[in-house]
Antibody
Framework: EVQLVESGGGLVQPGRSLRVSCAAS????????MHWVRQAPGKGLEWVSG????????DYADSVKGRFTISRDNAKNFLYLQMNSLRPEDTALYYC???????????????WGKGTTVTVSS | QSVLTQPPSVSGAPGQRVTISCTGS?????????VHWYQQLPGTAPKLLIY???NRPSGVPDRFSGSKSGASASLAITGLQAEDEADYYC???????????FGTGTKVTVL
């Protein structure tokens, strides 16, 4: 069974850092791009960042550029999102999502995790 | 902010047909990039509903269909059922932003 399980969320003060993780299983992880998508409470979906299968291409939404860093460990089948200089507006449920087409960074996302909640508040 | 515009809500009686529009611009859907649709049931993660404008993943009922023309795309639900009550999002790629973009989202209510 293809599965994505996020972890590492929590309550953090503004300006601090947090790293969330995504454990992948049930598919050949290093064949597919991966993405982080977030959803603020009561709001819509916002794409945060994407990373190609070999980490050769990485992109970020303007709202997190310079503060967040996406990475992956293909040996361990893990995806990460390092979040620095956190702001209250970063409060959201963070989903890990798998790219739908082998070796293609941008197209659809066919598998989603259940998400991990990040709350930025003093 | 979202660059793909959807109506905030649509509603219909059981058995009826509803459509949801998704309108972009010359840097995303109007540039020829495909549109994909997701269904998000209350309290759950999004689920892929339509990919490549009009293709259904295995297991998605044929009551759901998608189309695209120019910068606009549509999702149609025929034979509306109570279990279709959910939020629906379109998604594409934006070349100016160099990233994926989602629509503003549409809440479907079954009357």
């Amino acid at each position: 069974e293809v599965q994505l399980v996020e972890s590492g969320g929590g309550l953090v003060q503004p300006g601090r850092s947090l790293r969330v993780s995504c454990a992948a299983s049930g598919f050949t992880f290093d064949d597919y791009a991966m993405h982080w998508v977030r959803q603020a409470p009561g709001k819509g979906l916002e794409w945060v960042s994407g990373i190609s299968w070999n980490s050769g291409t990485i992109d970020y939404a303007d709202s997190v550029k310079g503060r967040f860093t996406i990475s992956r460990d293909n040996a361990k089948n893990f995806l990460y999102l390092q979040m620095n200089s956190l702001r209250p507006e970063d409060t959201a449920l963070y989903y890990c999502a798998k790219g739908g087409v082998i070796f293609r960074l941008y197209y659809y996302m066919d598998v989603w995790g259940k998400g991990t909640t990040v709350t930025v508040s003093s | 902010q979202s660059v793909l515009t959807q109506p905030p809500s649509v509603s219909g009686a059981p058995g009826q047909r509803v459509t949801i529009s998704c309108t972009g611009s010359s840097s995303n859907t109007g540039a020829g990039y495909d549109v994909h649709w997701y269904q998000q049931l209350p309290g759950t993660a999004p689920k892929l509903l339509i990919y490549g404008n009009s293709n259904r993943p295995s297991g998605v009922p044929d009551r759901f269909s998608g189309s695209k023309s120019g910068a606009s795309a549509s999702l149609a639900i025929t034979g509306l059922q109570a279990e279709d009550e959910a939020d629906y999002y379109c998604q594409s790629y934006d070349k100016s932003l160099s990233g994926s973009v989602f629509g503003t989202g549409t809440k479907v209510t079954v009357l």
